[in-house]
């Protein structure tokens, strides 16, 4: 078995289905980006192909080999393109489905991004939702199951993943990109979960945005005007930026409040940081913190919902009324 990372629980319960000759004809895989749920479902289709597959290690197996590359001639792997799958690639699928397999037992269907299919797309899917052809298994893995109409959903095996936790996301990036313990601890703390965004956030821009970040939250008051600024210009150029920032922001107001109602150590996310962290959650009231924490909500949420909002001035106005609440004065 290559490695499911956190899914051992998912991925007993497919096998388990496997095995028992129980598996639905349609799944929909659903959970947060970046935690392997394409992973577990091109697994899935070589344990439903391979007569072979065990849960023990047989990487060498010319049939699970050529699934995982996508070159089986019964399993297909759909990726969006330029964002989003189109009815005609949607019939292109169904027709595949319905010929019989040529060696495998199943003819199986993985669509990545599931959410991306559009809506005639769906519409027209759900005819081999309803009547799906004999061995034919169709897998659709999203990270926004909202986005699918209703009648499709019905229509699907739910199987849920959960987020990855910290200590798996740390030995992944440790063995992945070679750091320290410690940097991998901190990285996979701000990742909420997914180890996806954890390598994102492991990438130069991060860092130094994180940095940035920090660096103004825990110089509080004392932060220049100009460098504020700076600050809020450099965040705001992009939407995915400033959402960055603001989630950079949270974990600093979450790990103060971690440190000041005395929860574990190992509950605060930024640890490179918590010789600087632990005085500034004695400076802090509560209220403070909550204050701080709406100021970003609020941001993030006018940023979230307006297409032609002016970024730079959101950015400026939050950034000025935080600073101005950890001087004590009221925003
Ligand atoms: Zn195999």
Redesign the pocket.
């Known amino acids: 078995m290559t490695d499911i990372l956190g899914h051992k629980k998912v991925f007993d319960v497919l096998e388990k289905s496997a095995t028992d000759r129980q598996t639905a004809q349609s799944y929909l895989f659903s959970g947060k980006e970046g935690i392997g749920k394409l992973h577990v479902a091109i697994e899935f289709a ?1 344990m439903l192909n ?1 007569p ?2 065990t849960p023990t290690d ?1 990487l060498e ?1 010319g ?2 080999d050529r699934i995982r590359k996508g070159n089986h001639p019964d399993v297909r792997i759909e990726t969006p393109i330029k964002g989003s799958i189109k009815i005609d690639r949607v019939r292109y699928l169904q027709s595949f489905l319905k010929y019989s397999p040529v060696e495998a037992p199943f003819r199986v269907i993985i669509i990545d991004d599931a959410h991306l299919i559009n809506r005639a797309a769906q519409n027209a899917l759900l005819k081999t939702l309803e009547e799906p052809p004999a061995y034919s298994l169709m897998i659709l893995v999203t990270s926004r199951s909202s986005h699918l109409l209703p009648t499709v959903r019905s229509r699907l095996r739910k199987v849920m993943f959960s987020p990855l936790t910290r200590s798996v996301i740390t030995k992944e990036l440790v063995r992945i990109k070679n750091i320290s313990e410690e940097e991998a601890q901190t990285v996979a703390g701000l990742s909420s979960g997914s180890l996806g965004r954890a390598l994102e956030l492991h990438s130069a821009g991060a860092t130094n945005l994180r940095k940035s970040v920090m660096d103004f939250f825990n110089a509080g008051s004392n932060f220049g005007l100009a460098p504020l600024l700076e600050l809020s210009a450099q965040v705001s150029v992009d939407q995915r930026k400033l959402f960055d920032a603001i989630e950079f922001g949270m974990t600093w107001i979450r790990d103060l409040m971690t440190l000041k109602l005395g929860g574990p150590h190992s509950s605060v996310i930024n640890t490179d940081l918590i010789d600087i962290l632990r005085p500034s959650a004695q400076h802090y009231s509560i209220e403070e913190l909550l204050r701080i924490r709406d100021l970003m909500s609020n941001g993030l949420a006018l940023v979230d919902s307006e297409t032609n909002i002016n970024r730079n001035l959101v950015s400026d106005v939050m950034f000025l009324r935080i600073r101005q609440t950890m001087s004590g004065k009221s925003a």
Do not use: A, S
């Open positions: 070589c391979c072979r597959y047989h197996c049939i699970c």
